[in-house]
């Protein structure tokens, strides 16, 4: 069993940074990405790093946002910057034992409970 737990949300002003973190504990595995809900709206992806290191971004959050892995810390962390209001959603991270998953829900089985992130205009 994996277990997943984000921190790091909050509420901040249109065009400010933030960085989630999202610590892993449990066993193994190899892919790991963050989601996210906005009010009314399906869940989407935000960013994948999978298990052969390779990244896919959402169009919607390139050259903003920025994934990374802390193996050592099993840690993952998304740095956002350049927050738009619509970027105002729950945020989930995710992980996976496949090696090469497509950013998408349903081929994640590990979620965590999620961190809202606010962004004001």
């Known amino acids: 069993q994996v277990q997943l737990a984000e921190s790091g949300g909050g509420s901040v002003q249109a065009g400010g940074p933030l960085r989630l973190s999202c610590a892993a504990s449990?066993?193994?595995?190899?892919?790991m990405a963050w989601f996210r809900q906005a009010p009314g709206k399906e869940r989407e992806g935000v960013a994948v790093i999978r298990g052969d290191g390779t990244i896919i971004y959402a169009d919607s959050v390139k050259d903003r946002f920025t994934i990374s892995r802390d193996d050592a810390k099993n840690t993952l962390y998304l740095q956002m910057d350049s927050l738009k209001s619509e970027d105002t959603a729950m945020y989930y991270c995710?992980?996976?034992?496949?090696?090469?998953?497509?950013?998408?829900?349903?081929?994640?089985?590990?979620w965590g409970q999620g961190t809202r992130v606010t962004v004001s205009s």
């Open positions: 449990g066993a193994a595995i190899f892919s």
């Open positions: 995710a992980a996976t034992r496949n090696y090469l998953p497509p950013l998408t829900a349903t081929r994640f089985a590990y």
